[in-house]
C-alpha cells in the first residue's frame, strides 16, 4: 500500500488551484481576440483550454508524486478535462469543454448514490482520515453531498446554455468553489454533532 505523503500547504493549493486560475488569466487576456494555429483560428476561450489541459496533467502528475496518491475525485477530472477539453479544441467547439463539469457533477452524485443504496460509504472510506465521524454522520453528509452535486450540475448547464463565455468563466473559476465552501461551512454543526471523540 503506497503511503500518503504530506507536503506542503501552500504548494498543494498552488498545484490544485494553479491550472484554473490560469486558464482564468489566459481566458480574460484573450477573450475578445482570435488566435491563428496552424491555419486555423480559434478564439481566446479554446486558447486557454488548451493551455489548462497539459498544465492540469502536469499539476496532477507533480501532486502524485509529491504525495503519493491522488484522490478518485482529481483522477476523474484529469480525465474528464483531457476527454472534453480534448474534444473542444480538436473541433473547436468551446460547448464540450463547459459540459465537463456537468458530467463530473452527475458522475460523483451517481457514484455517492450507489455507495449509499449499497450501504458501504465510499466517501467514508476514502475520507474517514481526515474527517472522523460516525457512520450516521458520514450517510448524511454523503446525502447532502448527493444533493448538491445535483444542483451544481443543474447550475452548470444552466449558466453556459443561457449566460456569456465571461459569465461561465467567473462562475466556474469563483462561483463552483464558493458553493463548495460555503457547504462546508454550512455543514460545520454536522461535523461538531458526529465527530468521533478524541482519543
Do not use: C
Amino acid at each position: 500500500m503506497t503511503q500518503t505523503r504530506k507536503i506542503n500547504p501552500l504548494l498543494k493549493a498552488a498545484l490544485e488551484f494553479g491550472p484554473l486560475i490560469l486558464f482564468f488569466v489566459v481566458f480574460m487576456r484573450l477573450r475578445d481576440q482570435t488566435v491563428a494555429i496552424g491555419g486555423t483560428e480559434y478564439s481566446g476561450f479554446i486558447v486557454a483550454t488548451l493551455v489548462f489541459i497539459p498544465v492540469l496533467v502536469a499539476s496532477t502528475l507533480a501532486l502524485w508524486r509529491l504525495t503519493g496518491k491522488l484522490a478518485p475525485m482529481q483522477i476523474a477530472t484529469l480525465v474528464l478535462v483531457i476527454v472534453f477539453g480534448g474534444l473542444s479544441v480538436w473541433l473547436n467547439d468551446p460547448r464540450f469543454f463547459k459540459m465537463k463539469p456537468t458530467l463530473i457533477y452527475l458522475l460523483f452524485a451517481a457514484a455517492l448514490g450507489v455507495s449509499l443504496a449499497l450501504r458501504r460509504n465510499w466517501l467514508q472510506l476514502v475520507m474517514s482520515e481526515a474527517l472522523p465521524m460516525t457512520s450516521e454522520g458520514w450517510r448524511i453528509l454523503t446525502g447532502r453531498l448527493v444533493v448538491l452535486f445535483l444542483g451544481l450540475a443543474v447550475a452548470n448547464e444552466i449558466v453556459w446554455r443561457t449566460m456569456s463565455e465571461t459569465a461561465w468563466v467567473n462562475f466556474k473559476t469563483f462561483g463552483l468553489p464558493a458553493l463548495m465552501v460555503v457547504f462546508f461551512v454550512l455543514n460545520a454543526k454536522l461535523f461538531e454533532r458526529h465527530a468521533l471523540p478524541k482519543e
